[in-house]
């Protein structure tokens, strides 16, 4: 039994890993989170009062984080801002939130010797072109595009460095595109699901020949407590489900599911910098940590998302407009 400490557990998905955790360990969790307007406390409604504890908190926040710190065997470190639209329109919290709040992080696991895993993503190497071969791997060479996709890369680098100058006892993860619930209406998936559900046609960025790697929340979760189990401090970890779709295709299968007809969506103004293609080869964390997916079949665990927003209108309903009229403003 551990004491985790989840930075960013009222987020997407920082709150599907400690649904996991706490259904399929005894961990006892705590969350950290600033509930910026990504962040839902309901996400983590119904959880056991005796394993789980929440604390409203910035990770900037030195004080704060050092006396959690100093009651908690391992940290889970997913706070961030997330969103690469809302990165070209106002980069400075992903600065603040992405660069300094990991540097604040890290320097309370060094003075406190704490277990350190990094939540990261695989847009710091970049994109490839649709008809390359090549999948990214551990040895990628960093290549972020977006003012979100270089912050991130940024912390990367900070813990890296923590690594080896201070002993920070750290491992970090690169994960491709998620989906499940809890996810917020401003995300691809999401935000064309609950388009359809409010009446709205879906809404793709240029031709939609963009590629993602889709992996199911729940397989990012199981990914993060292997590494947590048997990682090797200091080592970085590729997380991908060989769930590689393009755009377009994502948003028929999400019509088609709606029973809509598979062309009632707009093409909206292109994101400036667009990445082309994502892709990720996971087989290190699979030969050496023993590592497998369990959600292999895209469209029913997309069918399964469609029924948990269906089901979930009170959770989601009053950020729809904002995060519409926040695109609006952009043509998109
Ligand atoms: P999210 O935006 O849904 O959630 C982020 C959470 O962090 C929110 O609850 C927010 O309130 C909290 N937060 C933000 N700033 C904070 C601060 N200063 N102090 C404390 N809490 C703060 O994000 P997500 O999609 O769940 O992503 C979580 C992590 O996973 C991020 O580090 C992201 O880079 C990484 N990641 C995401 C994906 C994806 O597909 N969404 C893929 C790979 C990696
Ligand atoms: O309305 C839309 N239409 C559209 O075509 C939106 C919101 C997005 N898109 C496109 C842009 C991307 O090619 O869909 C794709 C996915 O977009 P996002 O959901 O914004 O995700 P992405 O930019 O790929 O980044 C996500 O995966 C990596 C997460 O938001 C990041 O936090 C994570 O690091």
């Known amino acids: 039994m551990s004491r985790v400490l989840v930075t960013g557990g009222a987020g ?28 839902n406390r ?17 990770i900037r926040n030195a004080e704060l984080v050092d006396e959690l710190f100093a009651r908690h065997d391992l940290v889970v470190h997913y706070a961030a801002e997330s969103h690469n639209d809302n990165s070209l329109h106002d980069p400075r919290p992903f600065l603040e939130t992405n660069i300094i709040g990991t540097y604040t992080l890290l320097e309370a696991a ?22 390359d071969p090549a999948r990214f791997t551990e040895d990628t060479p960093y290549n972020p595009s977006s003012p979100y996709s270089s912050t991130k ?30 996810q917020h209406v401003e995300k691809f998936i999401p935000r064309q699901i609950t388009n359809v559900l409010t009446g709205e046609r879906p809404k793709l960025y240029g031709a939609g020949e963009n590629v993602r790697d889709w992996i199911h929340a729940n397989d990012h979760s199981s990914a993060v407590l292997t590494i947590l189990e048997k990682g090797v401090i ?6 991908g489900a060989d769930g590689e779709k393009n755009n377009k295709d994502v948003v028929e299968l999400i019509l088609q599911l709606l029973g809509q007809e598979p062309d009632a969506y707009d ?25 497998m997916p369990q959600f292999s079949d895209f469209e029913s665990g997309l069918a399964d998302t469609i029924e948990w927003y269906r089901a979930h209108t009170g959770w989601w309903g009053p950020e729809k407009a904002a995060a519409e009229a926040r695109y609006k403003e952009q043509g998109q």
Not at 110 to 130: A, P
């Open 12 to 39: 997407f998905i920082g709150s599907n890993f400690v649904h996991y955790v706490l259904a399929n360990t005894d961990h006892t969790v705590t969350v950290l989170d600033a509930l910026t307007y990504a962040g």
């Open 153 to 182: 890369a940024g912390s990367d680098l900070l813990v890296r460095a923590w690594v080896r100058s201070f002993g920070v006892q750290a491992t970090i993860s690169n994960c491709s595109n998620n989906y499940g619930p809890f």
């Open 42 to 58: 309901a996400s983590l409604d119904g959880l056991p009062a005796d394993r789980f504890e929440f604390v409203h908190g910035d």
């Open 234 to 239: 200091g080592e970085t970890y590729l997380i």
């Open 267 to 291: 093409h909206v103004v292109d994101r400036p910098g667009h990445d082309m293609r994502y892709a990720i080869d996971s087989t290190k964390l699979r030969t050496e940590l023993g590592w």
């Open 110 to 131: 060094r003075r406190h010797g704490t277990r350190f895993h990094h939540i990261s993503t695989d847009e710091v190497y970049g994109d490839l072109e649709l008809d």
